[in-house]
């Protein structure tokens, strides 16, 4: 009995191998997404639609939908191919996507009860519309590591995945990362 290339060979049959390399990486983000979703959802729920402003509550949470599908759409089709990668660097692609997605957990668990959904940054246990700047923590170092944290892992699966929903969900990400970033700090200077 010999291998499966020489039976496929001595058997007139063209032996292909199948391409694995992507299935323990596609694993492992997406239970990274699945992490993503679970704490998320919860930190949603706890706060509440009193967390955010009126609006914005069902737009955070269509946003957030959005994001999730095309992240896992991106891992259902195949990878693309524009540069290939070593081993190297796609075990440092999924650690920097870990990286990414436990520094937005740690910096919303800074934040406490001045977390907001939406644009409305608040203060601990106000409103929507009495905003304060945070800067403790991870926020002395960073101004917002929530929105760095994603967005490292979005670039980290778009490197490692390399397929049209990947880099949609990237140049999504950048986008609204901007645009939120600006009227957060637009907010917070009084500029309403």
Same mark, same amino acid.
């Given at each position: 009995?010999?291998? #499966?290339?020489?039976?496929?060979? #001595? /058997?007139?049959?063209?032996?292909?191998?199948?391409?694995?390399?992507?299935?323990?990486? @596609?694993?492992?983000? *997406?239970?990274?997404?699945?992490? &993503? %979703?679970?704490?998320?959802?919860?930190? =949603?729920?706890?706060?509440?639609?009193?967390?955010?402003?009126?609006?914005?509550?069902?737009?955070?949470?269509?946003?957030?939908? *959005?994001?999730?599908?095309?992240?896992?759409? /991106?891992?259902?089709?195949?990878? $693309?191919?524009?540069?290939?990668?070593?081993?190297?660097? /796609?075990?440092?692609?999924?650690?920097?996507?870990?990286?990414?997605?436990?520094?937005?957990?740690? %910096?919303? =668990?800074?934040? /406490?009860?001045?977390? $907001?959904?939406?644009?409305?940054?608040?203060? %601990?246990?106000?409103?929507?519309?009495?905003?304060?700047?945070?800067?403790?923590?991870?926020? &002395? =170092?960073?101004? &917002?590591?929530?929105?760095? *944290? @994603?967005? =490292?892992?979005?670039?980290?699966?778009?490197?490692?995945?390399?397929?049209?929903?990947?880099?949609?969900?990237?140049? $999504?990400?950048?986008?609204?990362?901007?645009?939120?970033?600006?009227?957060? #700090?637009?907010?917070?200077? $009084?500029?309403?």
């Amino acid at each position: 009995m010999g291998t #499966d290339a020489a039976e496929s060979r #001595d /058997a007139g049959i063209p032996f292909e191998r199948r391409d694995t390399s992507m299935e323990g990486q @596609t694993l492992l983000l *997406g239970l990274g997404w699945l992490g &993503h %979703a679970l704490f998320w959802t919860r930190a =949603l729920r706890g706060a509440g639609r009193d967390a955010a402003a009126p609006g914005e509550y069902v737009r955070e949470i269509a946003l957030r939908a *959005g994001m999730m599908t095309l992240a896992l759409v /991106a891992l259902v089709l195949p990878p $693309g191919r524009l540069f290939r990668y070593g081993r190297a660097v /796609a075990y440092a692609g999924i650690a920097i996507f870990f990286f990414g997605q436990a520094l937005a957990v740690w %910096a919303r =668990l800074q934040l /406490a009860d001045s977390w $907001g959904i939406g644009i409305w940054p608040r203060a %601990a246990g106000a409103g929507p519309g009495k905003s304060a700047r945070f800067n403790g923590g991870l926020y &002395h =170092l960073v101004r &917002h590591p929530i929105y760095v *944290g @994603t967005t =490292l892992a979005i670039c980290a699966q778009a490197l490692i995945v390399q397929n049209v929903p990947s880099l949609l969900l990237l140049a $999504g990400a950048f986008g609204t990362v901007s645009w939120k970033i600006k009227e957060e #700090d637009r907010r917070l200077a $009084g500029k309403t």
